[in-house]
């Protein structure tokens, strides 16, 4: 048996030589940790934008709370100004008709008790109404 195997070689390039193949090693070794320190300056920056974002998360989160919460505030200051609103109109009447009724009873204290009454104050006396104020 002693049948010689054919040698095998390979077809259609150059050989390879030791002195390429240890160049080519070299370039690879120093491109490894830089792109190590690439990876992990992604990662931090990555891990921090992280942290970032889920402090904005809160601080979102907390501020909606303070929004909701003056919303409410103004909902129901808007319904008391609208309530003092209304006070205020009714005490503005009630002032004009008590200034109106003052300005009356001054006209009858200057007006002069034994002067003879207007004919608008006399029809207004006979019909039970209260005088007019006479102007001197």
């Known amino acids: 048996m002693s049948e010689t195997r054919p040698h095998l ?7 390879k030589e030791p002195a390429a193949a240890s ?27 992280c942290l970032a974002l889920l402090i904005q998360t809160r601080r979102v989160g907390a501020l909606s709370g303070e929004v909701t919460r003056l919303n409410s505030e103004l909902v129901g200051t808007r319904a008391a100004l609208v309530a003092y609103e209304g006070r205020l109109a009714t005490v503005r009447e009630v002032v004009g008709d008590l200034s109106q009724r003052l300005a009356q009873l001054d006209e009858l204290v200057r007006r002069d008790p034994l002067a003879p009454l207007a004919p608008e104050a006399a029809e207004a006396t006979e019909a039970g109404e209260p005088a007019a104020p006479v102007e001197p």
């Open 9 to 15: 070689k390979s077809v259609g390039g150059e050989p």
């Open 23 to 49: 160049a080519a090693a070299r370039q690879a070794q120093p491109e490894a940790p830089a792109s190590r320190r690439a990876t992990l300056w992604i990662a931090v920056l990555l891990a921090l934008a």
